[in-house]
């Protein structure tokens, strides 16, 4: 028996990393957060705790997927983006002039 299992790993420490990294280099006075991971909310709470920067957090999935609590904790703004508007925003199944496709699982 073979199983694949497609799943992303790791942008969440990548994106926790570059969040405090960039913020001990002060290289954003405000940083938005699109995600609902809850695994980042250490990096925001030290990024607000010891550089006092404005963190905003966009979490999609709404209405269905309510924005995490321990995320909004620590963020200054929040906004969701509905599943409809994600839809709608995708690129065609075909770049016209590439020979670029979607995955047909998408």
């Not at 790993?9 to 990548?14: E, T």
């Not at 550089?51 to 999935?61: E, Q, R, S």
């Not at 983006?81 to 995708?90: D, E, F, V, W």
């Amino acid at each position: 028996m073979q199983v694949w299992k497609n799943e992303e790993k790791g942008s969440d420490v990548n994106l926790a990393l570059h969040l405090l990294n960039d913020a001990w280099q002060d290289a954003y006075d405000c940083a938005v957060v699109v995600s609902n991971d809850s695994d980042l909310c250490e990096a925001m709470r030290l990024v607000k705790a010891q550089h006092n920067k404005v963190i905003g957090l966009i979490t999609p999935g709404a209405p269905v997927r309510k924005t995490s609590m321990q995320l909004k904790q620590h963020s200054d703004f929040t906004r969701q983006i509905r599943t409809s508007a994600l839809q709608a925003s995708q690129l065609p199944s075909h770049i016209p002039g590439t020979t670029i496709t979607k995955p047909a699982t998408w």
